[in-house]
């Protein structure tokens, strides 16, 4: 069964910390997805990327980054983190030529206190 | 950009069809629609897509009329575990998705 892997289901950071969200895929899909979810605003996009080392910033990318390395892994970076970053966090990914068929993770719920 | 009305919440019983109806006024020629499925603490599921007419697969079936400005989600006979959020995407931009805040159905025994 294809996946999409976030490394942790639950994290807790305080405000000023550097934290990374990791997520790897197994579908050699090109184009990999960060999204944040909360309540009564749906899932918006913060970053992308088509290929290793390519990035394109989504709707929502002040205070944060991204790394794609490798193609199966994509991490978002919390460069300073904030309360206000408190959140779930959602990882997708798709093949270059599919615009409908994202696989997602399971989520990252982080708490920044 | 095309964008995506759909009711905010829907409550059912189980047993019953229900429908989801998604309006899309600006869709582009090309882009086809899209259903996602989202349970509490899990990410999106895809469930369906079409572009036209009518879609059946083993979870949904989709209706499409002829100006594709609307479309319409159909679940069979619904069972508490159809309990989620649905969303109606339609694709703006190279592959991005853009997810509004979706339909909570409620199913009730």
């Known amino acids: 069964d294809v996946k999409v892997t976030q490394s942790s289901r639950y994290l807790v950071k305080r405000t000023g910390e550097k934290v990374f969200l990791e997520c790897v895929q197994d579908?050699?899909?090109?184009?990999m997805f960060w999204y944040r979810q909360d309540p009564g605003l749906g899932l918006r996009l913060i970053y992308f990327s088509y290929d290793v080392k390519m990035k394109e910033k989504g709707d929502i990318p002040e205070g944060y980054s991204v790394s794609r390395e490798k193609k199966e892994r994509f991490s978002l970076i919390l460069e300073s983190a904030s309360t206000n970053q408190t959140s779930m966090y959602l990882c997708a990914s798709s093949l270059r030529t599919d615009n409908y068929g994202y696989t997602f993770g399971s989520g990252t719920r982080l708490t920044v206190v | 950009l095309a964008k995506t009305t759909q009711p905010i919440s829907m409550d059912s019983y189980e047993g019953q069809e229900v429908n989801i109806t998604c309006s899309h006024n600006n869709i582009a020629t090309n882009d086809y629609i899209t259903w996602y499925q989202q349970f509490p603490s899990q990410g999106p599921r895809f469930i369906i897509q079409?572009?036209?007419t009518k879609v059946t697969n083993e979870v949904a079936s989709l209706f499409i009329p002829a100006d594709r400005k609307s479309s319409t989600l159909s679940l069979p006979r619904v069972s508490l575990s159809d309990t989620a959020v649905y969303y109606c995407l339609v694709p703006e931009g190279y592959s991005t998705l853009t997810f509004g805040k979706g339909t909570m159905l409620l199913v009730s025994p």
């Open positions: 579908m050699d899909h090109e184009n």
């Open positions: 079409g572009y036209k």
